[in-house]
């Protein structure tokens, strides 16, 4: 097999103490300025093979895995050239690795500086390969790989990979990190998110819980992914937990918990009660009190009509179990009144904006009729066979009547204080263009005179004001 030359200057027979410590020392070259994704390398080509001067270019390489045949790049010969890669990345705990090169001509690879492995002679068209297990230490690391080709075809591979057997690696990975915790008022579920983990032999996550109080955890989940929502907090458990997250990788070995995040749970109104008092036209709301410890305040609402629609408007907040309203106007309407709770992580429950008649923590509470009918009905006497008739009428049209019925009261005339007798109370018959109704009140022919008044009333008991008084005397018989 034909054997590539490697052309050195000589003198006497001896490698140029010049070429020897170019050779050797192989200083690094100002890269352009290029940045690379995370665990890519930065690939650098030179028209030399002592990586000196300006780089004919420079770009990333995320996999050292190349075969030539002539010039790699525009501007590089196909003879004496070089290739330069580095990359600095995060390898978490550390541990065994297996660092393996394979390469015609020359290729050299580094540890933060550290030459590991050391193939730099002339093979010809054939290539040889070498592996090296070491142990990296955690953290940041720099690795870098040079490569010549002196003639003919140029090919280099380069690998760095963890050893995950169990014999070799018992390097714990690190605590995962970045773990966040999103509460879900709505579905009063728990979502726990965290950072990737940097160990490049990682095999799965486990997320525990534990309630507060407790030392014992329970796993939720393994994943490989870096979230999930816990199906067990739900909205029958208001415990509050805490949540850590372990990483594991593919020897088995496990990290430690990464730092508890708490979740609270909100507290919940289980009962909402409420009385309204006529006196006062107030609203008087009732709650059971919560005593879990991270409870802080409650927030009360009432559904009112703003900029004509329906919203929930905040009354103000308490740490009590009671509100009292304003006045409320006793209009005969539903009321709906609704009671959050927020706890000290700043949550609140979920607060829909239509209205939820099932929910407990809301309250549609009947408000009493206090509103009377407005008009008087016209009252008409005349005679009838045994006394005087009585006739109530209302014109309102019965699409916007506000009463159920018409009522007539008597009194004798004399002093004028006399005790107000119904002689009727009853509905009418809606059939009719107009509300009337009529009693013929008997009375004994003794010429005695009697007052006579109408008024109509509603469901609620509320009465309109009253007719004008008119007078009646009853012939002697």
Same mark, same amino acid.
């Given at each position: ?46 028209? =030399? $093979? ?12 995320? #996999? ?15 003879? =004496? ?134 030392? #014992? ?103 009590? =179990?009671?509100?009292? $309203? ?35 923590? *809301? ?7 206090? !509103? ?15 006394? !005087? ?17 018409? *009522?007539? *009261?008597?009194?004798?005339?004399? #002093? ?62």
């Amino acid at each position: 097999m034909h054997q590539k030359s490697l052309v050195v200057p000589r003198v006497g027979g001896v490698l140029s103490a010049a070429v020897l410590g170019s050779l050797l020392a192989v200083p690094q070259a100002a890269a352009a300025d290029v940045t690379c994704s995370t665990g890519v390398h930065k690939r650098t080509f030179y028209k =030399n $093979t002592s990586f000196s001067g300006s780089p004919v270019r420079t770009d990333c390489d995320s #996999t050292i895995s190349e075969s030539w045949t002539g010039k790699p790049v525009s501007g590089v010969p196909s003879d =004496n050239f070089g290739v330069r890669w580095s990359v600095t990345r995060d390898f978490g705990s550390g541990g065994p690795f297996a660092f393996t090169a394979s390469a015609t001509d020359g290729v050299r690879v580094y540890l933060d500086g550290v030459r590991k492995i050391n193939l730099w002679t002339n093979t010809g068209n054939t290539a040889r390969s070498k592996s090296v297990n070491l142990t990296v230490p955690s953290g940041r690391h720099t690795i870098r790989v040079d490569y010549v080709n002196w003639s003919g075809a140029a090919k280099v591979k380069h690998t760095y990979t963890p050893r995950t057997a169990a014999t070799y690696d018992r390097t714990r990975p690190l605590a995962p990190t970045g773990v966040k915790t999103a509460y879900n008022t709505k579905t009063r579920k728990s979502t726990v998110s965290w950072s990737a983990n940097k160990e490049m032999d990682l095999a799965s996550y486990a997320l525990y819980r534990r309630p507060v109080g407790s030392s #014992t955890w329970t796993k939720v989940t393994t994943t490989t992914g870096r979230s999930h929502t816990d199906p067990l907090v739900n909205s029958d458990d208001r415990t509050p937990y805490y949540y850590e997250v372990r990483a594991k990788d593919k020897a088995g070995n496990t990290s430690s918990g990464s730092t508890d995040t708490i979740v609270r749970p909100l507290p919940v109104v289980t009962s909402l009660t409420g009385t309204y008092a006529k006196a006062t036209g107030k609203v008087t709301l009732k709650w059971p009190l919560n005593t879990e410890p991270h409870f802080d305040h409650y927030t009360v609402l009432s559904n009112d009509k703003v900029n004509g629609s329906y919203v929930w408007v905040p009354l103000g907040t308490t740490k009590g =179990n009671t509100w009292t $309203t304003g006045p409320v106007a006793a209009d005969g309407e539903t009321r709906h009144y609704r009671v959050l709770v927020s706890n000290d992580a700043g949550t609140t429950t979920y607060n829909p904006h239509w209205l939820e008649a099932g929910a407990a923590n *809301e309250l549609w509470l009947s408000i009493p009729d206090g !509103i009377a009918p407005a008009y008087a009905p016209d009252l008409a006497l005349g005679s009838c066979a045994s006394g !005087i008739q009585a006739t109530a009428t209302d014109y309102t049209p019965a699409p916007i009547r506000d009463f159920t019925g018409l *009522e007539i *009261e008597r009194r004798a005339t004399g #002093t004028g204080t006399g005790t107000w007798t119904v002689v009727l109370h009853q509905g009418y018959d809606r059939r009719g263009d107009h509300a009337t109704a009529t009693v013929c009140d008997s009375l004994p022919a003794d010429g005695r005179t009697h007052e006579y008044r109408a008024r109509t009333y509603d469901a609620a008991g509320n009465y309109s004001p009253s007719s004008e008084i008119r007078a009646v005397t009853v012939p002697v018989g």
